[in-house]
């Protein structure tokens, strides 16, 4: 009788033992992850790390983070400074060399949310290759990772010329959407590799998609195809507002073009057509660009247009091109004629650029311009956003 009482007694002994064994509070990795990509430890996350790939049953994730530890460990130096770099680089190399299709996607799950090992993360698939440019240009096709597609068009940027048949058949596949396609020709331009160019003609020639061709067109006159500048400067011209962006934002590189197709170009109600063809201006200078730019600080066009109109007068003003333009640009403040107050702070902020101070300063025994605009500040204007430009300015000429 003793004895059946005794065995349950040490079965539950022995239960209540192991119990006591069993790990206590989070994982190592849980903690490891943490320590990455939350503090971007990446020291003492590998620590962590290495346990859990031992520990855990699944090891995408381990491996996963472990990669971007290593790779993050090097590229901030932290493994140097702590005489890790040998181990570092040897079990990054080894591990770019074994990813598989499963880590690669579980790097780009990781990686999706930004944190500061997010480059140094990325930086590894890159390392990886071909291999990793079909992950990339899967999950551009199919709209996974939409936070990456930024990230994904210059990773194969970086690719360069090992992603090049990729891209091509990419372009070539029915099912890929329009839009990627325009991507894609957008980073076969930044590659730069003339490869591409028999593939482009082959398929500006098969498209109806207007913006699509124009987008080609660009790429191939940048590969050195020149025969499509005209179509290029056409392209202003075109009813489609994406092909007329297209042809806008290649001005800046088109050679021997006549500012004045730039200048009445200015006359596009779209803010993005403007903006490319403004910056375009700052390198093809003209003169007689100078009224249209002021005109477009007080137009009714977006925040970009009037930005880039500042700095090219920017730069005009460098190349005495403006004239006596602060005396112009005051009296317009001042007059009361430019009603909406984002426009005046936009006029106040050409007058803070160093050309327009000089011109301030050299007038002002003439014109008295820094007078004129202290009583304007104190007595007219009422924004606070200009009334803070316009003292910013003030406290500059003294």
Known sequence: MKKVVIIPLVILLLASVGCETKQKGPSNLSVGRSKLIDSGNALEAVELLEKAEQEEVNKLEP???LLIAYSHGLATGDA????VEAKFKNQRQQRIQQL???EMRQLLQILSTPSRVQKAGLQALVDKGPEASTIILDSLIKGRYPALHTNFAEMLVQMGSDSLDLILAKLNDETTPPAIKTKLVQTLSEIGDTEAIGALKTLQSGTSDAALAMEINTTLYQLGEESYKKDIIDGLNN????VRRTAAKTMIDIEDISPKVLIAGLKDDDSEVVASLVKALAIHQDA??????INILTSELGKDPK???IDTLDIYGQEKLTGG???RITTLLIGGTVTDPDNRFYLVQLLKREPFLKQIRVLESIEGLTSKLYQYHQNKETEALVKTALKQLLDALE
């Open 63 to 65: 491996r996963a983070l």
């Open 80 to 83: 140097t400074t702590l005489g």
């Open 100 to 102: 598989t299709e499963a």
């Open 239 to 242: 009813s489609d507002v994406a």
């Open 288 to 293: 007689a660009a100078v009224d249209p730019l």
């Open 307 to 309: 930005q880039a109109a």
């Open 325 to 327: 333009l602060a005396k």
